[in-house]
């Protein structure tokens, strides 16, 4: 995989039959091979306790839930990232550039990102559910895979 961030913490290098071996075959196919999972499919579209989401790969922290929202595209939306969190790139894929975000730590694609989202940042993450794992406020988040 390419370099595609610029963050503190160095980029997770792990060959993709290892996340093969670790993630379900729909988690796989969306975080490295950059699909979509079909809208309204994800019960974390609709979790409203206090917590954080992690990435479902390498279980770095990626949005908090002071940060989501209901922004009603069927995908669990946030307004803004935990920074450092998330690299992005342009995808043009459809018949407009759309920005393409990842998880800063192992590359595994989460979703884009839209600017009709709600204040103060005007933006919308769109995040596919099953890129992500939601931990509870309280819990003990998950060891980062290596």
């Not at 670790?22 to 579209?45: D, I, K, W």
């Not at 342009?90 to 590359?107: I, M, N, Q, S, V």
Request: proline share 11%.
């Amino acid at each position: 995989m390419p370099e595609l961030f610029a963050t503190g913490e160095p980029q997770l290098k792990k060959p993709h039959e290892e996340w093969r071996r670790v993630l379900t075959p729909e988690q796989y196919t969306v975080l490295f091979e950059e699909g979509t999972e079909r809208a309204c499919t994800s019960p974390l579209n609709d979790e409203k306790r206090a917590g954080t989401y992690v990435c479902a790969a390498c279980h770095a922290p990626l949005f908090s839930t002071d940060a989501k929202y209901d922004s009603g595209t069927g995908w669990p939306s946030f307004f803004t990232p935990i920074p450092g969190a998330l690299g992005t790139k342009k995808d043009f894929k459809l018949f407009w550039p759309r920005t393409e975000y990842h998880c800063a730590r192992c590359g595994g694609h989460q979703g884009h990102v839209f600017d009709d989202g709600p204040a103060p940042t005007g933006q919308r993450f769109c995040n596919n559910g099953v890129a992500l794992t939601f931990v509870p406020l309280g819990e003990p988040l998950p060891p980062l895979r290596d």
